[in-house]
């Protein structure tokens, strides 16, 4: 049993040289890849990028703490991940049908004090969740809530003011699903 344990605790010192090499290797192609690819690499603006981001994680992780698979296979998995995405923000730019197939559309989850429960439903969220997300946006009264959004990345995003400022831009809710509601609920907030 004692040996079982040791065997499952204690590491050699050629062991951790061998991370050591591994960790320095795989992270001065972060590095490189990063530079050449752009501020984008590790964004999270759409689903894919968030994907990538966790790939690439998981890459690093088992090139640095395993012998198998080697160095030169965790090189080539970050170069062909780093690739996938410069090549796939190319095409999402270029195609907008691809930008469609690709990635989910924000939710309106809430208007003001009322919750949307049908997208709050759909993004899979609880109310639980949404007063978490209020509170992390420093929200005291729901008053200040203007609109809360489930981002297509996962986020939630919070707009609030604290004044009477109570408009909010057409354009930031374009291709939001329910976004119509948000300008129904300004009208007859308004007396329309």
């Known amino acids: 049993m004692m040996q079982v344990l040791s065997d499952w605790t204690i590491t050699g010192w050629a062991q951790v040289a061998l991370i050591a090499l591994s960790a320095s290797a795989m992270y001065l192609t972060v590095i490189l890849l990063t530079r050449v690819a752009g501020v984008r690499s590790f964004s999270k603006m759409s689903g894919f990028d968030f994907a990538v981001t966790v790939a690439i994680g998981s890459v690093l992780a088992s090139v640095i703490t395993s012998k198998d698979p080697p160095i030169a296979s965790g090189i080539a998995a970050l170069v062909s991940l780093f690739a996938l995405q410069i090549g796939m ?10 930008q469609i197939l690709a990635d ?12 949307q429960h049908d997208q709050l439903k759909k993004a899979k969220m609880t ?12 929200v005291f009264q729901f008053s200040q ?43 007859r907030s308004a007396g329309e």
């Open 104 to 115: 989910n559309k924000p939710r309106l989850i809430m208007i003001g004090s009322e919750i």
């Open 145 to 187: 809530v203007l609109a809360v959004f489930a981002e297509t990345t996962g986020d939630v995003c919070v707009l609030h003011s604290k004044d009477d400022q109570r408009d909010i831009e057409p354009e930031l809710l374009k291709n939001v699903i329910g976004g119509e509601r948000f300008a129904t609920h300004a009208r």
């Open 89 to 98: 923000a190319i095409l999402r730019a270029r195609f907008p049908g691809l």
């Open 127 to 138: 109310e639980s969740d949404l007063w978490g997300k209020l509170r992390e946006a420093n």
